[in-house]
């Protein structure tokens, strides 16, 4: 079965600061989709970025950047600079391939932006 | 193009009311489901559907029904509601297995 870990229920750093979220994952499947998610306090649902199993390339977007690793099953996000904007709940996904069209979220990291 | 849209937002039911949360995409995706969001515990998949006229239980799957006639609308039917059953309801759709999915606002049920 899938699963998800963010074992980080909540973290708190000092704007300007860089933060990791930590994204850990089980799958007995070959090809596999990692997400992560964004919930800003208004409490929609925010989609960030999308990687499937064969593609290990570490991706920047501005601030942003994921860090995948199969080795460690791990899909790891950092938030470089951070501003108050970037408070919210990050969750993780894992959605397998062929035979089950499910989604599973982790538990989410509620991060504070502290100004 | 509204994307996915839900109603209501807010709901207060009676335990043992039943209702329908409605829930709509204008997209042309044919995987669409629902998941319910409780503190702590992230969101988890309670039905699910790849295409009209097909549905799947996901993880959480009592005391809910579900149907697809039209590729546009998944509404989601509470039997007889329990206090249990307060959280927030959110709708998603997707092209396709694998690719991103695209949320709906989500609807805050309380059940006294």
């Known amino acids: 079965a899938q699963k998800v870990t963010q074992a980080q229920t909540e973290i708190s750093v000092v704007e300007k600061e860089d933060v990791t979220l930590d994204c850990v994952y089980e799958?007995?499947?070959?090809?596999?989709?990692l997400f992560w998610y964004k919930q800003p306090p208004s409490g929609e649902l925010v989609f960030l970025i999308r990687r499937n199993s064969f593609d290990e390339q570490n991706e920047i977007s501005g601030r942003y950047s994921w860090n995948f690793q199969k080795s460690t099953s791990s899909f790891n996000f950092t938030i470089t600079a951070s501003q108050v904007v970037d408070s919210a709940v990050y969750f993780c996904a894992l959605s397998e391939d062929f035979g089950n069209e499910k989604l599973t979220f982790g538990t989410g990291t509620r991060l504070t932006i502290i100004p | 193009n509204a994307g996915v849209t839900q109603t209501p937002k807010f709901q207060v039911l009676k335990t043992g009311q039943s209702m329908t949360l409605q829930c709509a995409q204008d997209m042309n995706h044919e995987y669409m489901s629902w998941y319910r969001q409780d503190p702590g515990m992230g969101l988890r998949l309670i039905h699910y559907s790849v295409g009209a006229g097909i549905t799947d239980q996901g993880e959480v799957p009592n005391g809910y029904n579900v149907s697809r006639s039209t590729t546009e609308d998944f509404p989601l039917r509470l039997l007889s509601a329990a206090p249990s059953q307060t959280s927030v309801y959110f709708c998603?759709?997707?092209?396709?297995?694998?690719?991103?999915?695209?949320f709906g606002p989500g609807t805050r049920l309380t059940v006294t």
């Open positions: 998603a759709s997707s092209p396709r297995v694998g690719y991103e999915q695209y």
């Open positions: 799958t007995r499947d070959t090809t596999y989709y």
